[in-house]
């Protein structure tokens, strides 16, 4: 008895598993709709097959419109129809954002969305929550272009960008690496430059200048040995080092960033290459002087970054300060509620 029942089991399993391998997908069977009715109404349906579905009255369809659409696949409804109340509403359409798989097909009235923008892009005055009110979105944050994003890189002539395909916002302390097309070198003479975004803006463009190889070698070299171009720059929070008969090398101090190239040269006009900057890459906020904080000492944080620091509980609700790193400084907000904070609470 055991022996049959786990056997027929097997099949059970084993069989629809044969056909998916020999490429018969699975048929739909009829969709459970609550609340609304769906048109043709058969026994199964084929691969592919449609229905369309309408809801009764004070229900929708948990998409766009009064009626929708659904499509068998593998066996599935795809998406699966459903009809929600009139006062739920369905995802939010909000340009730049893209959205998590698993995001829910639709909100209860009253819940709200939080939402994060795509690399580079930001919520404009930290408003990142909509609230859904009676089948509409209201409050729905915009995502903006980033003030320390930047736009697509400069085209250079006789060059490609080789590292990053192309988009339309590229995020803070992006790198983009230029190649010079075949006879083409920067003025460094090398074959690649890497620019960066900072604040919003390119490092210094690349140029690629004519330079072909000659058989005899007798081309003038592009750039000569460091000392050609006098006294070592200085970077401020900054070491500068002679790492090379032809280059220099920058480094920073702890806690600071280097924006632009490691590498300064000496071109042959006895000039400087680019010199690069070092940026404080870290903000810190006494919390103990601030009296309304919870005091917890000196808080750090790292560039872009966004943290709340608790209030002393003298309101009804808790309340925060929010404080935004933004390239070594920090903005600080009062203290605000959660409502205060998603609607814009550092304006
Ligand atoms: C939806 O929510 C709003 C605010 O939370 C409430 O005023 C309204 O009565 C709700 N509507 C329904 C149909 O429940
Ligand atoms: C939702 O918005 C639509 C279109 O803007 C409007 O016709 C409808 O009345 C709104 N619904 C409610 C419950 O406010
Ligand atoms: C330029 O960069 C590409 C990709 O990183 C690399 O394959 C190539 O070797 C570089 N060329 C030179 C001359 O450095
Ligand atoms: C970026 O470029 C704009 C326009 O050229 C300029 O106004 C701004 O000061 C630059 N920002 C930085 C950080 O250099």
Redesign the pocket.
């Known amino acids: 008895m055991m022996r049959l029942s786990y056997s027929s089991f097997a099949l059970l399993v084993w069989l629809p598993g044969i056909l998916n391998a020999q490429g018969t997908p699975e048929l739909c069977s009829v969709p459970t709709l609550l609340n609304g009715y769906l048109v043709p109404m058969k026994n199964s349906y084929q691969q592919h097959e449609k229905i369309t579905y309408a809801c009764e009255n004070g229900y929708k369809p948990a998409v766009e419109g009064w009626w929708a659409e659904s499509v068998c696949r593998n066996g599935q409804w795809s998406p699966q129809p459903l009809c929600i109340e009139n006062s739920a509403c369905t995802p939010p359409i909000i340009t730049n954002v893209k959205f998590k798989e698993d995001s829910k097909s639709w909100y209860k009235n009253g819940s709200k969305k939080w939402v994060t923008c795509n690399e580079g892009y930001s919520t404009k005055n930290f408003h990142a929550t909509a609230l859904c009110v009676n089948g509409n979105w209201t409050n729905v944050p915009v995502c903006e272009k980033s003030k320390d994003a930047c736009t697509e890189p400069p085209q250079i002539a006789y060059a490609v960008i080789i590292n990053k395909e192309h988009q339309e916002v590229f995020p803070g302390d992006s790198e983009v690496t230029y190649q010079c097309k075949d006879d083409y070198v920067t003025e460094e003479g090398a074959k690649n430059k890497s620019i960066f975004c900072?604040?919003?803006?390119w490092t210094e463009n690349p140029t690629c200048i004519y330079s072909p190889e000659s058989k005899d070698g007798n081309t003038k070299p592009a750039f000569v040995p460091v000392e050609n171009c006098g006294e070592f720059p200085i970077v401020e929070n900054g070491l500068v080092e002679k790492s090379e008969t032809l280059a220099l090398r920058v480094r920073c101090q702890q806690f600071y960033k280097l924006y632009g190239p490691e590498k300064v040269v000496c071109y042959n006009s006895n000039k400087w290459s680019a010199i690069p900057t070092c940026k404080a890459n870290y903000c810190s906020v006494n919390t103990n002087a601030y009296l309304d904080l919870i005091p917890a000492g000196v808080k750090f944080m790292t560039n872009g970054e966004i943290v709340e620091l608790e209030c002393k509980d003298i309101f009804l609700f808790t309340n925060h300060r929010v404080v935004w790193c933004k390239?070594g400084k920090a903005t600080v907000s009062r203290c605000c509620n959660r409502w205060q904070i998603s609607t814009g609470c550092l304006d």
């Open positions: 900072i604040a919003g803006n390239n």
